[in-house]
C-alpha cells in the first residue's frame, strides 16, 4: 500500500523559512516522480512543483509563485521528498500535499495526508 | 502560466441526475488534463487522467471527454458518496495549473 505521510509544519513568520518532509513507503520511491501541491484555507488546489527520478534526470519544476524561494529535493536513500521553503510569506499559509507524480501521464496518483503552514506574525 | 477556468462554479443536484463540469485551458493542451475528487478535510482523489481514462478503482459513472482546450468531466447518475469539489488540472504545458474548483453539493 502506497503511504505518503508529511510533516515539518508548523507556524512561521513572514520572511522565515521551514522545511517540509515526506516519508514514502510501499512503492519504489526512487523510480518515482514526486510532486507538491499546495492549498490554502478555503481555496482551491495550487501546484508547487515537482521533481523526476534520477533515473529520469532529477529535475525540478516550481510554480511560478514560488521560483526561486522553494527548493524541492529528494533523498532516494531514505525515501523521504523535501519541500525547503524560503522568505515565507503570509499567502504561502496552506496545507501542502506530497503526491507521486505520473511520470507517463503527468498526474498525482497518490497524495499525503498534508502538512499545515501558517505564516503569521 | 496556462489558466484554466471551470464552470459551474458551484452546482447543486440531486441523487440519480446527470452532471457535467466543464473545463476549459488558455491555450491547448492536447489532452494533458487529470480531474479530482476533494472531499471536505481530506487530500484530492485522481479520478480520470489524460482528459478520459479512468482511474483504477474509479466508478464508471465517471467520464471525461475533450481535447486541446475544452473538456468535460461527467457524472451519469449522481451518488451520495459523489458531492464533493471537483478540479481541473493541465499537464501540458509547465507550469502545471488547477482549475478553481466546482462545488457539487446537494439540491
Known amino acids: 500500500e502506497v503511504q505518503l505521510v508529511e510533516s515539518g509544519g508548523g507556524l512561521v513568520k513572514p520572511g522565515g523559512s521551514l522545511r517540509l518532509s515526506c516519508a514514502a513507503s510501499g512503492f519504489t520511491f526512487k523510480n518515482a516522480w514526486m510532486s507538491w501541491v499546495r492549498q490554502a484555507p478555503g481555496e482551491g488546489l495550487e501546484w508547487v512543483g515537482r521533481i523526476k527520478s534520477k533515473s529520469d534526470g532529477g529535475t525540478v519544476e516550481y510554480a511560478t509563485a514560488v521560483q526561486g524561494r522553494f527548493t524541492i529535493s529528494r533523498d532516494d536513500s531514505q525515501n523521504t521528498l523535501y519541500l525547503e521553503m524560503n522568505s515565507l510569506k503570509t499567502e504561502d499559509t496552506a496545507m501542502y500535499y506530497c503526491?507521486?507524480?505520473?511520470?507517463?501521464?503527468?498526474?498525482?496518483?497518490?497524495w499525503g495526508q498534508g502538512a499545515l503552514l501558517t505564516v503569521s506574525s | 502560466d496556462v489558466q484554466m477556468t471551470q464552470s459551474p462554479s458551484s452546482v447543486s443536484a440531486s441523487v440519480g441526475d446527470r452532471v457535467t463540469i466543464t473545463c476549459r485551458a488558455s491555450?491547448?493542451?492536447?489532452?494533458?488534463l487529470g480531474w479530482y475528487q476533494q472531499k471536505p478535510g481530506k487530500a484530492p482523489k485522481l479520478l480520470i487522467y489524460?482528459?478520459?481514462t479512468l482511474q483504477s478503482g474509479v466508478p464508471s459513472r465517471f467520464s471525461g471527454s475533450g481535447s486541446g482546450t475544452d473538456f468535460t468531466l461527467t457524472i451519469s447518475s449522481l451518488q451520495p458518496d459523489d458531492f464533493a469539489t471537483y478540479y481541473c488540472q493541465q499537464s501540458g504545458s509547465l507550469p502545471v495549473t488547477f482549475g478553481q474548483g466546482t462545488r457539487l453539493d446537494s439540491k
Open positions: 489524460v482528459a478520459s
Open positions: 491555450q491547448g493542451i492536447n489532452r494533458w
Open positions: 503526491t507521486t507524480y505520473s511520470g507517463t501521464y503527468y498526474v498525482s496518483e497518490f
